[in-house]
T-cell receptor
């Protein structure tokens, strides 16, 4: 089984709809991240969490919210989806040890907002 | 202004034709530079971490090097299975631990 899983893998929704993307990990890592990837723009950080009680905004948090339900679960919500949120979304995890910057990525969720 | 710039954007090599990918960075203090490989439809996969100028890391046909302003990913005698997008990321000493800034990537295609 994959260490970092994301659901759904693909989603098409309409403008104005609320949508949640979910991430689960079995690596036992404390740190979790949400990124979006757009063609030609690279990966950009949306939110990150260093433990269950810690939530921090990244570069592009407007229009998004997150919930860290447990050490292993980190969800990303789009409160009212808009077309420019169409992108590939990745969840990632890392440990707190010496290799804290080695991030492990999930397979991604392809989101299309019509 | 991008903190991490990768070049070229795309590179096509014939199998066995060695080359290098470049990652230049502008951060106040480098805490670490990271290389990832990303296959189509998949998440990035960690390759290397470099911490200080002069450091080198190797894995199969890949060798990563670091200077004070840039990193190179050297690919020796590439094979078609090396085709992927290679991403570079940096951790700035002035930023939160674990927060990385990614470049836009170099899309490598190796043809037989």
């Amino acid at each position: 089984d994959a260490d970092v899983t994301q659901t759904p893998r693909n989603r098409i929704t309409k403008t104005g709809k609320r949508i949640m993307l979910e991430c689960s990990q079995t690596k036992g890592h404390d740190r979790m991240y949400w990124y979006r990837q757009d063609p030609g723009l690279g990966l950009r950080l949306i939110y990150y969490s260093f433990d269950v009680k810690d939530i921090n905004k990244g570069e592009i948090s407007d229009g998004y919210s997150v919930s860290r339900q447990a050490q292993a679960k980190f969800s990303l919500s789009l409160e009212s989806a808009i077309p420019n949120q169409t992108a590939l979304y990745f969840c990632a995890t890392s440990s707190q040890g010496p290799n804290y910057n080695e991030q492990f990525f999930g397979p991604g969720t392809r989101l299309t907002v019509l | 202004e991008d903190q991490v710039t990768q070049s070229p954007e795309a590179l096509r090599l014939q199998e066995g034709e060695s080359s290098s990918l470049n990652c230049s960075y502008t951060v106040s203090g480098l805490r670490g530079l990271f290389w990832y490989r990303q296959d189509p439809g998949k998440g990035p996969e960690f390759l290397f971490t470099l911490y200080s100028a002069g450091e080198e890391k190797e894995k199969e046909r890949l060798k990563a090097t670091l200077t004070k302003k840039e990193s190179f990913l050297h690919i020796t005698a590439p094979k078609p299975e090396d085709s992927a997008t290679y991403l570079c990321a940096v951790h700035d000493r002035g930023s939160t631990l674990g927060r990385l800034y990614f470049g836009r990537g170099t899309q490598l295609t190796v043809w037989p």
